[in-house]
Nanobody
Framework: QVQLVESGGGLVQAGGSLRLSCAAS????????MGWFRQARGKEREFVAV????????YYANSVKGRFTISRDNAKDRVYLQMNSLKPEDTAVYYC??????????????????WGQGTQVTVSS
């Protein structure tokens, strides 16, 4: 099982940027796709982005497409989320997670396991 630790969250004004980082240890990092999810207060956890094992394929939620970029560094066992043009509706706790399955790319919460503790992102208007 992989252990995940997110960092990089904070308070930012609308239109600003943040870069989240997720450090992994344990289960072979490069063997599985990685995803970012977020959960706003009172709402269900939702998909943000996913990246393939090699980093060559990415998918994004429509709400963040064109503003967020997911990337990974398999040599450092890290996955990143660059967030630009942030909006107040991006406010949430952001989590990284490792996909359960070896192949394919998924976006459902149930298809991911080994969640980190999350990092808070707050965007002020």
């Amino acid at each position: 099982q992989v252990q995940l630790v997110e960092s990089g969250g904070g308070l930012v004004q609308a239109g600003g940027s943040l870069r989240l980082s997720c450090a992994a240890s344990g289960r072979t990092f490069s063997s599985y796709a990685m995803g970012w999810f977020r959960q706003a207060r009172g709402k269900e956890r939702e998909f943000v982005a996913v990246i393939s094992r090699s980093g060559g394929t990415t998918y994004y939620a429509n709400s963040v497409k064109g503003r967020f970029t997911i990337s990974r560094d398999n040599a450092k066992d890290r996955v990143y989320l660059q967030m630009n043009s942030l909006k107040p509706e991006d406010t949430a706790v952001y989590y990284c997670s490792q996909q359960k399955y070896y192949s394919g790319l998924y976006s459902r919460v149930a298809d991911f396991g080994s969640w980190g503790q999350g990092t808070q992102v707050t965007v002020s208007s």
